[in-house]
């Protein structure tokens, strides 16, 4: 078990293209969590997965972001029509549940130019 | 709503020296309360947790103890390394909320000189 993977771990996209950001969790783990963390600031929840299913989404998930998680294991996160406000690091995090913590990657770093 | 507020830094130390980082807190439920630590190009990694009052939750020599009077979770260290030198970020989560989201603080970091 290498821990949560996320790729790439460095993304430049001029402003208007599509990005997507990809994420595999611990294998027995059934939650996964996507969480935008700017410059100086600590990481913001955007959205959540039980298995396939998505639970939960941030009022920071506008339309143009969507993701995915197809038979539960991989999630993928697309930005599309990237805005320079969505440079940021992408950081995906996965759990068995509970009230342990999580396990977070190294993030994806996205620069919107 | 759910809230972290840490204090700003940098924090600047002399090795050896005694570490306070603190922490407060506003939830609308009953919280669990983390400490995770981000060293320079890597992932978040849990550093200790409580959760519920009076808990201690302690790793490495770092310790915090869930003050629900005063709604804070302050982390300590008695003797800081150079390795210590880190962002630190105060967290919770509401487990009114089934998800278990996390709510962070802004950070803090940590400079530790030998």
């Known amino acids: 078990d290498t821990g949560v993977s996320q790729n790439p771990r460095h993304k430049i996209t001029k402003r208007g293209q599509n990005v997507t950001f990809r994420c595999d969790p611990i294998?027995?783990?059934?939650?996964l969590y996507w969480y935008r963390q700017t410059l100086g600031q600590g990481p913001e929840f955007l959205t959540y997965?039980?298995?396939?299913?998505?639970?939960?989404k941030s009022r920071l998930l506008s339309d143009r972001f969507s993701a995915e998680r197809p038979k539960g294991s991989f999630s993928t996160l697309e930005i599309q029509r990237t805005e320079q406000g969505d440079s940021a690091m992408y950081l995906c995090?996965?759990?068995?549940?509970?009230?342990?913590?999580?396990?977070f990657g190294s993030g994806t770093r996205l620069t919107v130019v | 709503g759910n809230s972290v507020t840490q204090m700003e830094g940098p924090v600047t130390l002399s090795e050896e020296a005694f570490l306070t980082i603190n922490c407060t807190y506003t939830?609308?439920?009953?919280?669990?309360l983390f400490w995770y630590v981000q060293y320079p190009g890597e992932g978040l990694q849990l550093l200790l947790k409580?959760?519920?009052?009076?808990d201690k939750g302690s790793n490495k020599g770092f310790e915090a103890t869930y003050r629900k009077e005063t709604t804070s979770f302050h982390l300590e260290k008695g003797s800081v390394q150079v390795s210590d030198s880190a962002v630190y970020f105060c967290?919770?989560?509401?487990?009114?909320?089934?998800?278990?989201?996390?709510?962070f603080g802004g950070g803090t970091r940590l400079m530790v000189k030998p």
């Open positions: 939830a609308t439920g009953y919280p669990s």
């Open positions: 995090a996965s759990s068995s549940g509970g009230v342990y913590g999580y396990t």
């Open positions: 967290a919770l989560s509401d487990r009114s909320n089934a998800g278990n989201m996390l709510t």
């Open positions: 294998s027995e783990h059934n939650r």
């Open positions: 409580a959760t519920k009052a009076d």
């Open positions: 997965f039980q298995n396939e299913a998505q639970l939960e």
